[in-house]
């Protein structure tokens, strides 16, 4: 997590200026149609008053009566075009709500804990448990964390059955503590989509889940694999997709990650920071198109943009599966992480920003753009858009202390819309794909969100890439999560302050 990321308005793409602003113009055109019926209703009371007969007449005396058999001819095309595609519109999409996984207390590691289960394993040098150790302290995780027994009882098991094991017993619970609190049946779920970016069994995940609560053989099924710490978001995209193909379905995500299957116990830094970072965590999401949870639904997906510099040699390696020099399997983390982070969230944003920003940061952020571009870059600050303005809460991935304060640093948030994010990151570790769940959870439990605010989930992971979910608020949201029953932020502060 070394290095520092460039600034996210240094040399902006105008391809990602332009792609906002093309779905921003996409999707605006649906604002003519409540004009266009305008239309329709007073040419209809014009009608059955007899004035637009009376109007026809003196048209009739006049030279008007071509102009005025062209002008409604054009209005009658453009209001049929109007209407056909308010007809093919895109489906609305809905939260109805969702449920983040709380592992029982016998899962809790404390950091102490970890330096002494690690060392006991005998399988890492002096070298390799400093380095583990002196990354763990630092890295902005609390004592509350949760690991699977399967590592921390020694010697450990990371077999398939104990990575079975542990994905059980997160997803099972998970998935039906949602279902109870909504009240939806196995039966009724008609998509089902999880997400895990190391771990992938035969028969699948998804499978694994239709078998457990006995779904009915018509739900469509899919396992998003090596997508990394950003899949929530993607899986949130396919479930919007196929909400658009499916009418009047509920759909189903379940994003987590394993520890047991994906535990390093080589010698390679820049793969042991992956065993000390992530933690047990997991999320499952209901979304529907149903119309008839519109009023109990939390939120209404507006926006998903998402971002992909695979084609980049650096940005594709910088997160990756491999062996080390002694054949031991890992993910190494390149030193151009935050690099490439920083890259990725420079284009993402660039498309976001037409789609969320207000006028007034368009056009500051256009007149810098174009003023660096006449004066040269040294001659002019670049001008960062303020995205508070633009959103009521955030929630950032919580990769780690280094990407949080990345974030914080060039976005220039202020320090109580990073809080639940770090808060995120100190009480659970990274969680992966499921972490932007845990930051709404936080939100949600400690200060509520009101109808029409707006929230930005914002993921980061392999491949390279940096996605980002735009949520609206149907109705006030004020719900203690389980998840965050005992906690004390201002312990956690207290803590934060001594690393």
Not at 249 to 259: G, H, K, P, Q
Request: charged share 20%; glycine share 8%.
């Amino acid at each position: 997590m070394a290095g520092g990321a460039s600034t996210c308005t240094d040399s902006v793409a105008l391809k990602y200026v332009k792609r906002g602003y093309t779905t921003l113009f996409k999707h605006g055109i649906f604002l003519l149609v409540p004009v266009a019926a305008s239309l329709a209703l007073e040419l209809a009371n014009m009608y059955q008053t007899g004035e637009l007969g009376r109007l026809w007449e003196v048209a009739s005396e006049t030279n008007l009566q071509f102009n005025l058999v062209s002008a409604v001819s054009l209005c009658s095309v453009l209001l049929g075009v109007l209407v056909t595609m308010w007809l093919l519109q895109q489906r609305p999409v809905y939260l109805v709500d969702y449920h983040c996984y709380r592992a029982p207390d016998s899962w809790k590691v404390t950091r102490a804990q970890f330096d002494q289960i690690v060392a006991a394993t005998k399988d890492f040098g002096e070298d390799s448990l400093t380095f583990m150790s002196k990354v763990l302290h630092r890295s902005g995780l609390g004592d509350e964390t949760y690991a699977p027994p399967s590592l921390t009882n020694v010697p450990m098991d990371l077999s398939m059955s104990a990575a079975r094991t542990e994905f059980e017993a997160i997803a099972f619970s998970a998935v039906k503590d949602l279902l109870n609190k909504t009240g939806v049946q196995p039966r009724q779920v008609g998509i089902l989509i999880t997400n895990s970016s190391l771990f992938n069994t035969t028969p699948s995940l998804s499978a694994t889940i239709m078998n457990h609560f006995k779904m009915s053989s018509r739900t469509l099924n899919y396992n998003l694999a090596g997508m990394g710490c950003s899949a929530g978001v993607i899986a949130i995209d396919l479930a919007r997709q196929m909400l658009q193909l499916y009418p009047d379905s509920y759909a189903l995500v379940v994003s987590t990650e394993n520890l047991t299957y994906n535990w390093y116990p080589g010698t390679h830094k820049g793969m042991l920071m992956t065993n000390t970072l992530f933690r047990v965590g997991g999320a499952a999401v209901l979304l529907s198109n149903k119309r008839s949870e519109a009023w109990r639904s939390k939120y209404s997906l507006s926006h998903v943009v998402r971002t992909n510099l695979a084609a980049s040699d650096a940005a594709y390696g910088c997160v990756f599966e491999t062996e080390d020099d002694s054949g031991v399997r890992g993910v190494k983390l390149s030193k151009e992480l935050m690099t490439v982070a920083g890259e990725a969230l420079k284009a993402n944003i660039t498309t976001l920003g037409p789609l969320v920003l207000p006028l007034s940061e368009q056009l500051l952020f256009a007149a810098n753009m174009l003023a660096r571009k006449a004066l040269g870059k040294g001659a002019l600050k670049p001008y960062v858009p303020d995205f508070s303005v633009a959103f009521d809460h955030i929630c950032i991935h919580t990769g780690g202390r280094g990407v949080i304060d990345e974030i914080e640093k060039h976005l220039r948030l202020p320090t109580k819309v990073i809080e639940p994010s770090r808060a995120a990151l100190f009480r659970y570790g990274n969680v992966s794909s499921s972490s932007i769940w845990y930051v709404l959870s936080y939100i949600e439990t400690f200060r509520g969100v009101r109808r029409g605010d707006r929230v930005w989930q914002l993921g980061f992971g392999s491949g390279f890439k940096c996605n980002s979910a735009v949520w609206k608020a149907n109705r006030r949201v004020e719900e203690a999560h389980k998840a965050w029953e005992g906690f004390d932020v201002s312990r956690m502060w207290a803590e934060l302050s001594k690393s």
